[in-house]
């Protein structure tokens, strides 16, 4: 993955020394049970008398029943699971599709898991996660949160992988929560509806940028000039290789 170049210049004496056994204690850790017995979430479930099914959860702005939340979370665009701030690895909203070909593959076995049981121990996986997870837990250079682009040479396979800082009532650091989507059919929705399209542009910094599109039948209507959209904000600006927007 395409990381900013902020993370890129960390520190790495500080960010290994991530724990990604999770031997640590979180506010929430859920105590005497292997964090990577693949029947942890049962486990931990029934040791903390846990809600589920129709029991409602009052929520700050809601009231919804643990089913309503997973039927919710399960239709919701993108890949999503949730780290603690321990590392220990403790929800994804499983697809409706079980056959479904996830970009970031998670089980339930893989619940309560420690992230390096999580992550393959190869190549440069774990160090970089462990940069990420630094990186937020310390709020580095006053970021809370990673975009990282996937670079696959396709303008239609935009893969994005979102990191977000979560925080409690007190502003302290609560763990990830991270989200992964291929950007391009909402980009291509985006441009069949404004007569925009993505093209590769040699002259562009970034390497891509949106077009009008020269075709007079385009939804929109658009001119057949062909001009670059105005760009508002660097933050804005497509992936040199994939087109997707980074900080």
């Known amino acids: 993955m395409a990381e900013p170049k902020w993370l890129h210049n960390m520190n790495s004496d500080e960010y290994l020394r991530e724990d990604f056994e999770a031997k640590g204690k979180s506010r929430y850790t859920v105590e005497g049970i292997d964090k990577n017995d693949p029947d942890w979430l049962d486990k931990a ?139 391009y059919p909402l980009v291509k929705y985006f441009c069949e509806t404004t007569g925009q399209k993505l093209v590769v542009d040699d002259d562009a910094t970034t390497g891509a940028t949106y077009r009008r599109n020269s075709d007079p039948d385009a939804v929109s209507g658009a001119s057949t000039k062909v001009e670059k959209v105005e760009k508002t904000k660097k933050t804005e600006e497509p992936d040199t290789t994939t087109g997707a927007s980074q900080h």
Do not use: C
């Open 45 to 183: 479930a029934k040791k903390v008398h846990a809600a589920e099914g129709d029991d409602y959860v009052k929520l700050d702005s809601g009231l919804l029943t643990v089913n309503q939340l997973n039927w919710m979370l399960r239709n919701t665009i993108g890949e999503m699971t949730f780290v603690d701030d321990n590392n220990q690895f403790l929800w994804y909203n499983r697809p409706v599709d079980p056959n479904a070909k996830m970009k970031a593959k998670r089980t339930p076995d893989q619940v309560g898991d420690n992230m390096g049981a999580v992550h393959p121990d190869v190549r440069d996986v774990i160090p970089n996660a462990k940069k990420v997870v630094h990186a937020l837990r310390e709020k580095q250079d006053g970021h809370d949160d990673v975009y990282m682009p996937v670079p696959t040479g396709n303008l239609k396979q935009l893969v994005l992988h979102y990191y977000k800082r979560v925080e409690d009532d007190n502003g302290n650091y609560a763990g990830i929560y991270e989200w992964v989507q291929d950007l």
